[in-house]
């Protein structure tokens, strides 16, 4: 009788990244602002919202990747967004910037990776685009494509992501919690001389107030002077622009992406957008001169999606009135300022090209400040 035999290989993943740090800001009991978060505090707060990350940690010298925003669950090329871009400094390369400010929607995914893979990202969403049964007869694709610069950790120039890697991370795009940190796009990133990375945060406004929510999903690669809820955690641990050897600039780049399902016209969600950089102000970035901040708006307001064509003349839409706006405005300032120090507090320290090492946030040194400061009594 012949005898079969099985064998079992269990496989263990280790990480190459050291010092995990899993806990986001608020498991630590730091509050931001003065609104609820969400149920997730995430951009995935926002129904019908998905995220996707490919990640791309290989040998010794390759650390970036692909994140992907995914506005709503049908065709969006053929259900387009209303949405606004704002440039908070320009030092950047966003691909379909033009066509957006031009008619005032996005028709892909949006999709985060790094500087020198913006051409990679586009061929991966037109081919996402032209895929689609009922895109057969599409002969234009705005991709809408933010980058920051990973090339201190990551082989730049050796253009490791693909159209594959984009398609992927589409593909891999999901509701619920959102993976933060040394993820996707943020692999190799750095932010305030520290790792930097995926971040995210939501606010969930009452119903008096409409019952909206904002979401918020940051790429950080910037400096500035850190400050935490108010305390000044870059000047107490004296690491901060022009003084640190390694690091001595501020320059960098931040990716904001803000999704609400508030009904809101492209002129208002460029207004919104202008808000989320004060959120970045607050934590002590200053949009330096080498800096490419970005903020992309965009309404999932489901009466307000724009069908790419139509028998009508006419979009019938809704809008939040002018006056009715400004907790909006306060929603995305503190989930922008909450995404970013998100994306701080879960990262990891990373070492990468050349051997060259980012060290995560401090966690137990800032703690003690945070304690400090909130002892102070006036």
């Known amino acids: 009788m012949k005898k079969s035999y099985y064998i079992i290989v269990l496989i263990i993943v280790i990480s190459t990244n050291m010092n995990a740090q899993n806990k986001r800001l608020r498991d630590y009991g730091i509050e931001i602002g003065v609104l609820k978060p969400g149920k997730l505090n995430a ?44 440039i908070g400094n320009g030092f950047g390369k966003l691909a379909g910037y033009s066509q957006v400010k031009e008619l005032g929607n996005i028709e892909t995914p949006i999709i985060l990776t790094n500087t020198l893979s913006v051409a990679a990202a586009t061929e991966g969403l037109i081919s996402y685009t032209l895929n689609q049964e009922e895109n057969a007869d599409v002969r234009s694709v705005n991709s809408v494509v933010g980058e920051t610069n990973d090339g201190w950790l990551n082989d730049i120039r050796g253009r490791h992501v693909t159209e594959q890697h ?12 959102v993976e933060e940190g040394n993820v996707g796009a943020g692999t190799g990133t750095i932010c305030f001389g520290y790792k930097g990375g995926i971040g995210t945060s939501s606010r969930e406004l009452p119903e008096s107030l409409g019952g909206y929510i904002v979401g918020v999903l940051v790429q950080t690669n910037f400096g500035g002077v850190l400050e935490i809820n108010g305390v000044p955690i870059a000047k107490e641990l004296q690491k901060y622009p022009y003084r640190d050897k390694i690091l001595n600039d501020a320059d960098g780049s931040c990716m904001i992406v803000v999704i609400t399902d508030a009904p809101l016209s492209p002129r208002n969600l460029e207004r919104l957008a202008k808000r989320a950089l004060l959120g970045l102000g607050k934590t002590g970035g200053i949009a330096s001169n080498g800096s490419g901040d970005y903020v992309i708006a965009v309404s999932t307001a489901k009466e307000n999606l724009i069908p790419n064509q139509s028998d009508s003349m006419f979009n019938e839409k809704k809008e939040v009135r ?45 703690m003690e400040l945070i304690k400090k400061y909130d002892g102070i009594k006036d």
Do not use: C, W
Request: aromatic residues 4%; without cysteine; proline residues 4%.
């Open 166 to 177: 984009v398609l992927t991370a589409i593909a891999n795009a999901k509701s619920g919690h």
């Open 322 to 366: 002018n006056d009715d706006i400004s907790p909006l405005f306060l929603a995305t300032i503190e989930a922008t300022e909450e995404a970013i120090l998100n994306s701080l507090f879960v990262a990891e320290t990373m070492v990468g090209r050349d051997g060259h090492k980012i060290e995560s946030l401090p966690i137990d040194k800032v």
């Open 43 to 86: 951009i995935t707060d926002v129904k019908g919202v998905t995220v996707g990350h490919e990640t791309l940690i290989e040998s010794d010298h390759i650390r970036t990747g692909v994140t992907a925003i995914i506005p709503h669950q049908q065709n969006i090329f053929q259900n387009k967004v209303p949405a606004a871009i704002y």
